[in-house]
């Protein structure tokens, strides 16, 4: 019966207080500046955006079909149009 007991306590602990932690407050972080040591959060604006003040990628997180159009993104979006092309071709 042992084995039973130390199942149930395991499923007790979930989630873990440091996880639950984490998900009350939205924090955005940059996808490009994120893989460096500096994990960098967006900063909000006011009209609901989330700027990057390293490289200026935005998001909006309410907003699946925003689109981003900085450097790093514009770049990225190019290269997915050359291959469809490519593909169509
Ligand atoms: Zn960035
Ligand atoms: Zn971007």
Redesign the pocket.
Known sequence: MRGVYFANVSGLRFPSPAMSAQDTQLVIRCPYCALGWDFRPLTPHQDGRFVCEKCG??ARPGEIAYL?T?R??LRLTEAAVRLESRYLR
């Open positions: 990628h935005t981003c900085c790093k993104c």
